[in-house]
C-alpha cells in the first residue's frame, strides 16, 4: 500500500474524528442555549423533568440539560451545615427514605438553595423522572492544602453517578456553580465537573462505597488523602502527573514529573505562604517525562500551587 493511499486514509479517519468531536461539542451549546431560556423557577420536579422531556431526545441532552439549569440556577447555601444525611429525619423503611429525599428535593428547587445533597438529590429524582438511572455518592471531596496528609473519616460531600452510554459516569453539579462565598447568587457555570474521567475525578472525590470509584484500580483513602489537590483548572491544563505520590526535594529545587505537558503553554507557581507573585516553571526532559523544577528553600513555607493561565491546577504540601 502506498504512502499517499495510507496518508488519505489517515487524514479521512481524523477528519471523521474531528467531525464527531465538533458535533458532540456543537450540541453541548445547543442544549446550553435552550435551557438558558428556561424559566428560573419551575413548580415541581414533574413540571422541570417534562420539559426537558420536550426538548430533548437523547438521554445525554437531557442529563446535560438538567445538569446544565441545575449549576445555573440553585445557589449554594453557606450558612447551613448539615445535608439531609444529619437532618435528624428518622425513617423505618427505604421507601420512607426516598420519600423524604424526594421531598427534600422538591425543596430544593422551590427555594432555588442547598448543600451539595441537595444539588444531588433533586438531579437524582429529575433524572430518574426522565428514566435515567442516577445515584448520589457520598463522600471526601479534598479542597484544600492543609487537608493533604491528614486521613478524615468523616463524610463532607455528595456528588451523582448516571448511567449514560452503558457506563456509570460521574458528575458534580455543585462544583459546577461558580458560587462564592459571600456572593452566592454569583454564578460562573464550570463544565470540568460534567461527566468527569473516572481516573481524574478519584483525586478530588474519594466515595465511601469503593464501587463508585469506577476504575480498575481503587485508590486507597491513604493515597487520596497525601495526593496533591486537583483543581478544575487541571482538566484542560495539558498537564498529566505521572503519579499522584506529590513532589519530592532535590537538592535547592522541588521536583515534579509528568507524563505530559503542554509545550506551547507557560505554566506558572506560586509560594502562597511566602508571595503574592506567581513565577514561571522550567522543566526539564527526562526520558518520557517532563520534570518541573521549581527553586525551594525552607522560607518558602510549606505550600506550592501551580497555575495554567492564572487558573491553579495543581496544590502540594511540601514534606
Request: hydrophobic content about 35%; overall charge negative.
Amino acid at each position: 500500500m502506498s504512502n499517499v493511499i495510507i496518508m488519505k486514509r489517515f487524514l479521512l479517519a481524523f477528519g471523521l474524528l474531528l467531525l464527531v468531536y465538533t458535533i458532540n461539542a456543537q450540541d453541548y451549546k445547543h442544549v446550553d442555549s435552550i435551557v438558558d431560556n428556561y424559566p428560573k423557577r419551575f413548580k415541581s420536579i414533574k413540571s422541570f423533568s417534562d420539559r426537558i422531556s420536550f426538548d430533548f431526545k437523547s438521554d445525554l441532552d437531557k442529563t446535560r440539560a438538567a445538569y446544565y439549569w441545575v449549576s445555573n440556577n440553585i445557589s449554594y447555601d453557606f450558612e447551613s451545615f448539615y445535608s439531609v444525611r444529619n437532618s435528624g429525619y428518622s425513617y423505618e423503611t427505604e421507601a420512607e427514605l426516598l420519600q423524604i429525599q424526594m421531598t427534600y428535593a422538591e425543596d430544593v428547587l422551590k427555594n432555588k438553595s442547598a448543600v451539595c445533597e441537595g444539588y444531588s438529590q433533586l438531579l437524582k429524582f429529575t433524572l430518574r423522572n426522565l428514566d435515567i438511572n442516577c445515584e448520589v455518592v457520598d463522600g471526601y471531596a479534598k479542597t484544600e492544602i492543609k487537608e493533604i496528609g491528614r486521613v478524615n473519616h468523616q463524610d463532607n460531600h455528595a456528588w451523582n453517578a448516571v448511567y449514560l452510554d452503558n457506563k456509570w459516569q460521574l458528575m458534580d453539579a455543585t462544583w459546577s456553580t461558580g458560587n462564592e462565598y459571600g456572593n452566592p447568587g454569583h454564578f460562573e457555570f464550570d463544565d470540568a465537573y460534567f461527566l468527569t474521567n473516572s481516573e481524574d475525578m478519584i483525586w478530588s472525590h474519594f466515595p465511601s462505597d469503593k464501587k463508585w470509584q469506577l476504575i480498575d484500580e481503587p485508590v486507597s483513602k491513604l493515597a487520596f488523602f497525601y495526593a496533591p489537590i486537583m483543581h478544575h483548572g487541571y482538566y484542560d491544563s495539558g498537564l498529566v502527573l505521572s503519579e499522584m505520590k506529590g513532589s519530592k526535594k532535590s537538592g535547592k529545587f522541588i521536583e515534579i514529573s509528568f507524563e505530559n505537558i503542554d509545550e506551547t503553554k507557560t505554566y506558572d507557581y506560586i509560594f502562597p505562604e511566602k508571595s503574592n507573585f506567581i513565577e514561571p516553571i522550567q522543566f526539564e526532559r527526562k526520558g518520557k517525562f517532563f520534570v518541573a523544577k521549581i527553586p525551594y528553600s525552607s522560607a518558602n513555607g510549606r505550600e506550592l500551587i501551580i497555575f495554567d493561565d492564572r487558573k491553579a491546577c495543581l496544590s502540594f504540601k511540601i514534606r
